[in-house]
């Protein structure tokens, strides 16, 4: 089972979004039993608030749920359980680093190196666009997707 955390600030806008648009793409993809996906929070702002409605909404759009969905952070224990975490931005990634005490596995990445065009997932907390969220969530996801079929590793991992 390959086991991938996201994580974004505050688990409320970015990386529910991408936990469930890649829960979504391993299920369409017949691949769901091979799957543990999550996300976490960086900060502690948001424990325990549901995702943010206009990611809802968005969400919804395509025809997703997140129902159940309530903010957690992400913990040092979090590094050993998880084969891929991958962040949002690189504030998340040095945080991430920080909580985990480093990188010596290298599980720590950026979703959008996963779409052959580095960069940062959009923050809607801040622009409010929450289409161009979309748009880099899926790409990453896609190439996420891709990358662990093409490598196998969707086959088995433990």
């Known amino acids: 089972?390959?086991?991938?955390?996201?994580?974004?600030?505050?688990?409320i806008c970015r990386s529910p979004m991408a936990e469930f648009v890649m829960k979504d793409m391993v299920d369409k993809a017949?691949?769901?039993s091979r799957f543990l996906i999550e996300s976490a929070a960086t900060?502690?702002?948001?424990l325990g608030n549901p995702v943010y409605p206009p990611t809802r909404r968005k969400l919804a759009?395509?025809?997703?749920?997140?129902a159940g969905k309530t903010a957690r952070?992400?913990?040092?224990?979090?590094?050993?359980?998880?084969?891929l975490l991958i962040g949002m931005d690189q504030a998340n990634l040095r945080n991430m680093q920080r909580i985990c005490g480093g990188d010596a596995d290298g599980k720590l990445?950026?979703?959008?190196?996963?779409?052959?065009?580095?960069?940062?997932?959009?923050d809607p907390w801040y622009t409010g666009d929450f289409d161009a969220t979309w748009r880099d969530v899926e790409d990453g996801c896609r190439g996420l997707l891709a990358y662990?079929?093409?490598?196998g590793g969707a086959k088995r991992r433990s």
């Open 148 to 151: 662990l079929t093409e490598s």
């Open 43 to 46: 900060s502690a702002e948001e």
């Open 109 to 122: 990445h950026l979703l959008l190196d996963f779409a052959g065009r580095p960069g940062e997932v959009a």
């Open 30 to 32: 017949g691949l769901a």
């Open 73 to 83: 952070r992400l913990r040092h224990s979090d590094y050993e359980k998880y084969d």
């Open 61 to 66: 759009e395509h025809g997703i749920g997140c």
């Open 1 to 11: 089972m390959i086991k991938i955390l996201f994580v974004c600030h505050g688990n």
